[in-house]
């Protein structure tokens, strides 16, 4: 018996799309890491820790892109880019180019110690300017921050810039020069 060449075509259209997969991209710097390193106990006041953190992240080429108050701690979310990743991707009839910009997504929660700063962060990768998901989105609960899930098809060539490892970099990078700042 012979098919109809659209019915041949869908046939045909529905097996190639079938084979690409995507999965939920979730990664923080706090992955597979102790969440106490995501706190620093700092004996400075916390404005002069702002002005710090805010210096710091800025020569890094993240700067501040939105700050907010909940209650007695301020609230600094830091994004910006770090590489252009395009995959070329098809078979012999159809041949495409897919270009994303990776970047990264910080947050900062900075709050009275007694005679201290209380500091809270933790970083993420972003695609295309939109952080991924993790689990450590639960530690901006009381400001209400939330995210939607990142799909990237299996084996995308920017997957490898999306670990947290360059994050995790980063605000180390960060925490030093704040815990050697007197």
């Given at each position: 018996?012979?098919?109809?060449?659209?019915?041949?075509?869908?046939?045909?259209?529905?097996?190639?799309?079938?084979?690409?997969?995507?999965?939920?991209?979730?990664?923080?710097?706090?992955?597979?890491?102790?969440?106490?390193?995501?706190h620093l106990k700092l004996s400075r006041p916390p404005d002069t820790v702002s002005r710090e953190l805010e210096a710091l992240f800025a020569q890094r080429g993240f700067?501040?892109?939105n700050k907010l108050s909940s209650g007695p701690a301020t609230f600094y979310v830091f994004k910006g880019g770090r590489d252009k990743v395009t995959s070329l991707y098809g078979n012999e009839d159809f041949v495409a180019m897919q270009s994303n910009n990776i970047g990264s997504w910080f947050a900062a929660r900075v709050a009275a110690?007694?005679?201290?700063?209380?500091?809270?962060?933790?970083?993420?990768?972003?695609?295309?300017?939109?952080?991924?998901?993790?689990?450590?989105?639960?530690?901006?609960?009381?400001?209400?921050?939330?995210?939607?899930?990142?799909?990237?098809?299996?084996?995308?060539?920017?997957?490898?810039?999306?670990?947290?490892?360059?994050?995790?970099?980063?605000?180390?990078?960060v925490q030093v020069a704040l815990e050697e700042a007197r």
């Open positions: 018996m012979r098919l109809p060449s659209r019915a041949l075509a869908l046939a045909i259209l529905g097996g190639t799309s079938a084979c690409v997969h995507y999965s939920v991209l979730r990664t923080s710097t706090l992955q597979g890491v102790d969440p106490s390193t995501a700067p501040v892109v110690d007694g005679n201290g700063t209380d500091l809270m962060m933790f970083g993420k990768p972003t695609v295309n300017g939109v952080e991924v998901c993790s689990d450590a989105d639960s530690l901006l609960a009381d400001v209400k921050y939330w995210c939607t899930d990142t799909k990237i098809k299996d084996g995308a060539p920017e997957a490898r810039y999306m670990t947290g490892r360059e994050e995790r970099e980063i605000l180390k990078g």
